[in-house]
């Protein structure tokens, strides 16, 4: 059974830091285009950055760029995005979801592009 797990959302302080790690079961991420996704009550799903299948290429939204980093570890299995100088507008429900690709270098930031997602983890930022 191919599932994504995610973990790591919580509560943090403005200019705060989180890293939220998602990891796979059931399948090897070896040939998946990762991608965290956002999505906030009442407003729609959000690219927030994704990763080539050997983690050579990456890609973030215009809103996120600079602050966050994703990077992956293809022998655990898991993928990390870390958020640095939240925000309070980066209070959101964080999800992680794979792309079965064979290529190494074309990213999307398009949800509909991916096949598999986890259950999301809620990171929200407040003082």
């Known amino acids: 059974q191919l599932q994504l797990v995610e973990s790591g959302g919580g509560l943090v302080q403005p200019g705060g830091s989180l890293r939220l790690s998602c990891v796979a079961s059931?399948?090897?991420?070896?040939?998946?285009?990762i991608g965290w996704f956002r999505q906030a009550p009442g407003k729609e799903r959000e690219g927030v950055s994704c990763i080539t299948r050997t983690g050579g290429r990456t890609k973030y939204a215009d809103s996120v760029k600079g602050r966050f980093i994703i990077s992956r570890d293809n022998a655990k299995n898991t993928v990390y995005l870390q958020m640095n100088s939240l925000k309070p507008e980066d209070t959101s429900v964080y999800y992680c979801?794979?792309?079965?690709?064979?290529?190494?270098?074309?990213?999307?930031?398009?949800?509909?592009?991916?096949?598999?997602w986890g259950q999301g983890t809620q990171v929200t930022v407040s003082s």
């Open positions: 979801a794979a792309r079965i690709t064979g290529s190494s270098y074309a990213t999307t930031l398009e949800g509909h592009e991916y096949g598999y």
């Open positions: 059931g399948f090897t991420l070896d040939y998946y285009a």
